[in-house]
């Protein structure tokens, strides 16, 4: 399964991707965390939906750097990412 998320708020240069990466790492997810230049950080992140909607709930969660305000999704089939970069 493979995840996109958008997320919106004040979630560059404050160790966003970072945080993103190793959670991503922890459920075993393979993508990115890339900055957009409109201000959003889009996450990549593949594997088991179970772990994919998990890192989901992360993003939305109260313990990520910066200020979250909204997170977009779309759910689409596996591409096959491998490792998990920051962008």
């Known amino acids: 399964m493979r995840l996109t998320a ?8 404050v160790g966003f991707r970072w945080w993103t990466r190793a959670r991503a790492l ?4 393979a993508g990115s965390a890339t900055n ?5 950080v889009q996450v990549v992140a593949e594997g088991p939906r ?3 909607a998990a890192l ?11 200020t979250v305000v909204h997170v977009g ?7 096959g990412e491998q490792g998990f970069v920051e962008r």
């Open 6 to 13: 958008f997320v919106q708020g004040r979630v560059q240069g």
């Open 26 to 29: 922890e459920l075993g997810l």
């Open 36 to 40: 957009l230049a409109d201000g959003r």
């Open 50 to 52: 179970a772990a994919a």
């Open 56 to 66: 989901l709930a992360a993003l939305q969660g109260p313990d990520t750097p910066g």
């Open 73 to 79: 999704e779309q759910w689409g089939a596996a591409r």
